[in-house]
T-cell receptor
Framework: SQTIHQWPATLVQPVGSPLSLECTVE??????LYWYRQAAGRGLQLLFY??????ISSEVPQNLSASRPQDRQFILSSKKLLLSDSGFYLC????????????FGEGSRLTVL | DQQVKQNSPSLSVQEGRISILNCDYT??????FLWYKKYPAEGPTFLIS?????DKNEDGRFTVFLNKSAKHLSLHIVPSQPGDSAVYFC????????FGTGTRLLVSP
């Protein structure tokens, strides 16, 4: 069966510090991978989307970047965090070519102070 | 530009009654619609979906209705149970999903 894990689950970072959130998927090959963010009082906003190694689509301009160094690994990064980067970050995967269903990780709560 | 809207931030229902959660969308190109359930500090879990070629899909206590002319979908939960208390997100798209802002459902005993 397929599983998805992301870490760390919680982190508190000062403004201006770097960020690295990691996500891995097991039990499937060549998944589509996603990073979403849920900000306070808002819905889930798609940040990045990847259909393969090294292929990243950025959905919104922002202070963050994503990388996919391996087929089932997706990393969300920032060189210098802003207060507005605080939120709940969710990694997800889907079957390429299949309609709709995303499978989400447990989420990472980021607080920037 | 909010393409998927859930205008009710919260809904309170008594156990055993029907819960109706609503969602509106603006993009007529959306061809697949889903509902997700989310507990605090957890990732959303898939609940039920519907293709744009259908107007109803049922799975146990959960039924999703799609009205394409009105660009509206709804989730019915019958009967509602306290364990259904969570935030419900509707989503639309094909591979890249656009999510609504969520409706917090509280089912009281």
């Amino acid at each position: 069966s397929q599983t998805i894990h992301q870490w760390p689950a919680t982190l508190v970072q000062p403004v201006g510090s770097p960020l690295s959130l990691e996500c891995t998927v097991e039990g499937t090959s060549n998944p589509n991978l996603y990073w979403y963010r849920q900000a306070a009082g808002r819905g889930l906003q798609l940040l990045f989307y990847s259909v393969g190694i090294g292929q990243i689509s950025s959905e919104v301009p922002q202070n963050l970047s994503a990388s996919r160094p391996q087929d089932r690994q997706f990393i969300l990064s920032s060189k210098k965090l802003l207060l507005s980067d605080s939120g709940f970050y969710l990694c997800a995967w889907s079957v390429p070519g299949a309609a709709g269903e995303l499978f989400f990780g447990e989420g990472s709560r980021l607080t920037v102070l | 530009d909010q393409q998927v809207k859930q205008n009710s931030p919260s809904l309170s229902v008594q156990e055993g009654r029907i819960s109706i959660l609503n969602c509106d969308y603006t993009n007529s190109m959306f061809d697949y619609f889903l509902w997700y359930k989310k507990y605090p500090a957890e990732g959303p879990t898939f609940l039920i979906s519907i293709s744009s070629i259908k107007d109803k899909n049922e799975d146990g206590r959960f039924t999703v209705f799609l009205n394409k002319s009105a660009k509206h979908l709804s989730l019915h939960i019958v009967p509602s149970q306290p364990g259904d208390s969570a935030v419900y997100f509707c989503a639309a798209g094909f591979q890249k999903l656009v999510f609504g802002t969520g409706t917090r459902l509280l089912v009281s005993p």
